[in-house]
Nanobody, 122 residues
């Protein structure tokens, strides 16, 4: 049973920080990722991470500001977001996939959470 649940979203001022968490899985997925979608826009990949946490990918728009990590012992995925900008405002989704394949540059993850809203004001 997989029921991914995101938490940690909220409203912050530009320059602030938030940490998103994702849980609800009983064993470590091969791929995990964070995606976001603003109203009227397509869903875009933010960051992905392989099992073990040693290999990560970031979208250019968040590189240097966001950090994805995972705690396999706690079955929890994190996204630390610093120096937030109004352009980061979106619904953020956690995704997981147990298939052993490339984790990056794709949106067809097998399991998705319901999302947590992040709003950044100027």
């Amino acid at each position: 049973q997989v029921q991914l649940v995101e938490s940690g979203g909220g409203s912050v001022q530009a320059g602030g920080s938030l940490r998103l968490s994702c849980t609800g899985y009983g064993y470590s997925p091969y791929c995990m990722g964070w995606f976001r979608q603003a109203p009227g826009k397509e869903r875009e990949g933010v960051a992905t991470i392989y099992t073990g946490g040693s290999s990560t990918y970031y979208a250019d728009s968040v590189k240097g500001r966001f950090t994805i990590s995972r705690d396999n012992a706690k079955n929890t995925l994190y996204l630390q977001m610093n120096s937030l900008k109004p352009e980061d405002t979106a619904m953020y989704y956690c995704a997981a996939d147990w298939r052993k394949r490339n984790c990056n540059y794709r949106t067809d993850f097998g399991y998705w959470g319901q999302g947590t809203q992040v709003t950044v004001s100027s």
